[in-house]
């Protein structure tokens, strides 16, 4: 019944190797959020998708990017992972002023 | 410019205790949805309630209950009888009306709940 799904769960980089994380819903909502969350901080919005329009916040790096194939799947590329980018990566999707749905979470390490 | 105080940063209490979790905002917004989340060790966020800024009810869904006082810019969450699955970090989260997930967290605070 998983309706966000981050894969994968854990995924550990390489500095400066590029690296994917994948998030699919099955929600068909149109709007698919990437958020940042470093240890013991709150969840820190890096971009979203309204249907295939992209809106990045304008303080995200330009070190991150995002792919939106279709409205089941989103994908957070980051081009060159410096440690600082230690993080877990939080997807979530809503009908837009709906209610919030959020995944598990991808828990990436830069080594 | 939007902001989020949870200006507790830890609580610990015994089981059966009740605890308030405080969550004071700041938004230029006259409408606006205001969110509580559980995050649990394991990472995922757990969605708790959502309420918009004209709706001032209080709301009570089992051992959870909620206090929106707009005149303080306030929406408080209270755990009546905690257990120790309570046991989580707990977030307070703003978004505009135009767009729910676009939200600005709180710090959050760590809730320990003891036997």
């Known amino acids: 019944d998983a309706m966000v799904i981050q894969n994968p769960r854990y995924q550990v980089t390489q500095f400066g190797k590029p690296v994917t994380l994948s998030c699919s819903q099955t929600?068909?909502?149109?709007?698919m959020y990437w958020y940042q969350q470093k240890s013991s901080q709150a969840p820190k919005l890096l971009f979203h998708?309204?249907?295939?329009?992209?809106?990045n916040e304008a303080d995200t790096p330009d070190n991150f990017q995002s792919r939106r194939p279709n409205t089941s799947f989103c994908f957070l590329d980051i081009r060159s992972p410096g440690l600082g980018d230690a993080a877990m990566y939080l997807c979530?999707?809503?009908?837009?002023?709906?209610?919030?749905?959020f995944g598990p979470g991808t828990r990436l390490t830069v080594t | 410019a939007q902001k989020v105080t949870q200006a507790q940063t830890e609580i610990s209490v015994v089981e059966k205790e009740d605890v308030t979790l405080d969550c004071v905002y700041e938004?230029?917004?006259?409408?606006?949805?205001l969110f509580w989340y559980k995050q649990p060790p394991s990472g995922e966020l757990v969605f708790l309630i959502r309420?918009?800024?004209?709706?001032?009810q209080n709301e009570i869904s089992g051992r959870y209950s909620w206090n929106f006082q707009k005149s303080t810019s306030s929406f408080n969450f209270t755990i009546t009888a905690s257990q120790v699955v309570d046991s989580a970090v707990y977030f307070c989260?703003?978004?505009?009306?135009?767009?729910?997930?676009?939200?600005?967290f709180g710090d959050g605070t760590t809730l320990t709940v003891k036997p």
């Open positions: 979530a999707t809503s009908s837009l002023v709906g209610r919030v749905y």
């Open positions: 929600l068909n909502h149109n709007v």
């Open positions: 998708y309204y249907d295939k329009d992209f809106n």
């Open positions: 938004t230029r917004d006259t409408t606006y949805y």
């Open positions: 309420r918009n800024s004209f709706d001032e």
């Open positions: 989260a703003l978004s505009d009306n135009t767009n729910a997930g676009k939200s600005t």
